[in-house]
């Protein structure tokens, strides 16, 4: 991350929404035994061949790398469930739900499981178009508020990877509309400037010395 006077310093890189993903559970299907580990993280097994268990993302691709078992593809993930959720996105102005990283689940699959995954062209397409016309409210979103003086924002249902586009722009504009509004109101206060305050106080003290 940048640092705070860096415009993007609330924004993560790529790689570090992947290392966050890769703590969300995934199940799998071992093709060795092995006895409980016990990790910082938690424990996971025992594994028995043919025997599907849950394991951090992290784990499952650790052991895909070294042919010790198959990754199931999360149910979101299927055709049906993906083109479901397609339409229903195109059809409204909402944000459809998702998991917090499908982006980061789905790439991670891609490069590591690609073999598990049933119809994975299909799959990779309609995750693909569901981003495109999420990415399209996101920017019919910015532009409306780019236009509008506002000082609160609720957008439900963003993922990690739309939250963090947004972040760094809805900030900046949250903090200038913040900015702008105490400076219009300062002369609405019924204050005397400084210099006018000065000026006066002198005149008064001048007609007291004079009686």
């Known amino acids: 991350m940048g640092s705070q006077s860096d415009p993007h310093a609330f924004a993560f890189s790529a790689a570090e929404l992947e290392f966050l993903a890769e703590d969300e559970t995934v199940e799998i299907v071992p093709n060795m035994r092995l006895e409980p580990l016990h990790l910082i993280s938690g424990d996971f097994g ?14 499952a691709v650790a052991l895909k790398k070294r042919g010790k078992c198959t990754i199931r593809p999360p149910e979101w993930m299927s055709v049906e469930k ?53 990415f399209h409210k996101i920017g019919t979103g910015l532009e ?9 924002l609720r957008l439900k249902n963003l993922s990690a990877m739309e939250a963090n586009i947004v972040r760094p722009f809805v900030t900046k504009a949250l903090q200038t509309f913040h900015k702008l509004n105490t400076s219009e109101a300062i002369p609405e206060s019924g204050s005397i400037p400084n210099r006018q305050r000065q000026a006066v106080n002198q005149r008064d003290k001048r007609v007291l010395k004079g009686r």
Not at 46 to 59: E, G, K, S
Not at 144 to 152: D, G, H, M
């Open 46 to 59: 025992p594994f028995r061949p043919q025997i599907a268990t849950q394991v951090p993302l992290w784990l």
């Open 82 to 134: 993906l083109t479901q959720v397609l339409e229903a996105e195109r059809d409204s102005e909402k944000f459809q739900s998702l998991p917090f990283h499908y982006f980061e689940i789905s790439r991670l699959l891609f490069d590591h499981a690609r073999e598990d995954i049933p119809d994975i062209y299909m799959v990779r397409s309609l995750i693909e178009d569901i981003k495109d016309v999420r």
């Open 144 to 152: 409306i508020i780019s236009k509008e003086v506002t000082y609160a």
